[in-house]
Nanobody, 123 residues
């Protein structure tokens, strides 16, 4: 089992920044890839970004590429999502997740999920 806890969400004006954190505990492994997903009211959960825990290789959705940066601190089992130039369309609950295999972009590939943290971007 892996436990994931997100933090750092909040209310921000359009154009502002937030940094989300995800703390991992339990049976963590360098074989995992970890990702951020988001879900807005009435919409499906969608991929935002992911990172290979071992190599640090990262992946982004087109909608956030160039604005968001994913990173990790392997020693502390922490993952971050730095979000800059936020837009009202970024408003959603943000979830961190962990997977061992399958497509890094696919929600169903992820086995472990956090409870989510709300990000609200005001226009």
């Amino acid at each position: 089992q892996v436990q994931l806890v997100e933090s750092g969400g909040g209310l921000v004006q359009a154009g502002g920044s937030l940094r989300l954190s995800c703390a991992a505990s339990g049976r963590t492994s360098s074989g995992y890839a970890m990702g951020w997903f988001r879900q807005a009211p009435g919409k499906e959960r969608e991929f935002v970004a992911a990172i290979s825990w071992a190599s640090g290789s990262n992946y982004y959705a087109n909608s956030v590429n160039g604005r968001f940066t994913i990173s990790r601190d392997s020693a502390k089992n922490l993952m971050y999502l730095q979000m800059n130039s936020l837009k009202p369309d970024d408003t959603a609950a943000y979830f961190c997740a962990a997977r061992l295999g399958g497509s890094i972009y696919y929600t169903g590939s992820y086995t472990y999920w956090g409870q989510g943290t709300q990000v609200t971007v005001l226009s």
